[in-house]
Nanobody, 125 residues
Framework: EVQLVESGGGLVQAGGSLRLSCAAS????????IGWFRQAPGKEREGVSC????????FYADSVKGRFTISSDNAKNTVYLQMNRLKPEDTAVYYC??????????????????WGQGTQVTVSS
């Protein structure tokens, strides 16, 4: 059974940093893709970043490019999202998701078939 568990969310001041973790079980990354998404109150869920392990290619939404970095520790079966220079508009519930077909190159919801429960990130101004 594929399971994803996010952690690392919290409250931080604008300009600060957080590192989110997505611990996976029931599969190994190999040729899969892992994406990070977020949903702010009253807004639709949006794709933030993703990594496709077939070739290590990564993608970032324009809103986070240059501030967020996706990485992985394959020995721990964990994907990270390092978030720097956080802004109040980054406040959201952050989810990680797995594309077990390995065909996702972008963080588009429909391409991901397993989801974590989410972790809250709150950035104060």
């Amino acid at each position: 059974e594929v399971q994803l568990v996010e952690s690392g969310g919290g409250l931080v001041q604008a300009g600060g940093s957080l590192r989110l973790s997505c611990a996976a079980s029931g599969f190994t990354f190999d040729d899969y893709a892992i994406g990070w998404f977020r949903q702010a109150p009253g807004k639709e869920r949006e794709g933030v970043s993703c990594i496709n392990f077939s070739d290590g290619r990564t993608f970032y939404a324009d809103s986070v490019k240059g501030r967020f970095t996706i990485s992985s520790d394959n020995a721990k079966n964990t994907v990270y999202l390092q978030m720097n220079r956080l802004k109040p508009e980054d406040t959201a519930v952050y989810y990680c998701a797995a594309d077990t077909t390995g065909s996702a190159w972008y963080p588009l919801e429909y391409a991901y078939d397993s989801w974590g429960q989410g972790t809250q990130v709150t950035v104060s101004s």
